[in-house]
């Protein structure tokens, strides 16, 4: 499957109802809205595909708190969790 493919493939909506449940959480945890966790999601598959073949569908972005080591406390960490299916031809390995 493509990114195109990716994008408009048609969900059904248990799936979509999960996938914002979890826009919403995130965006919870992080302070900011589900829309530019949506916008953060789109820039990364953007980014990724121009050098890999990646599942969009797999993709989990989520937000959460690490402690540090020094006085500042809790800090907000962005994991995300990308499935590479190959590289891009022209690419090294």
């Known amino acids: 499957m493509n990114l195109m493919d990716a994008l408009f493939k048609k969900k059904s909506s248990s799936d979509v109802a999960k996938d914002r449940l979890k826009l919403v959480l995130v965006s919870d945890r ?5 829309e530019i966790m949506e916008m953060i999601k789109n820039d990364i598959i953007q980014v990724i595909s121009k050098y890999m073949i ?29 499935p590479i299916k190959d590289l891009k031809n022209g690419t090294k390995r």
């Open 54 to 82: 990646i599942d969009a569908e797999g993709l989990d972005i989520q937000i959460t708190q690490l402690e540090t080591d020094g006085n500042n406390g809790n800090v907000p960490a962005l994991y995300a969790n990308i």
């Open 30 to 34: 992080a302070n900011c809205s589900p």
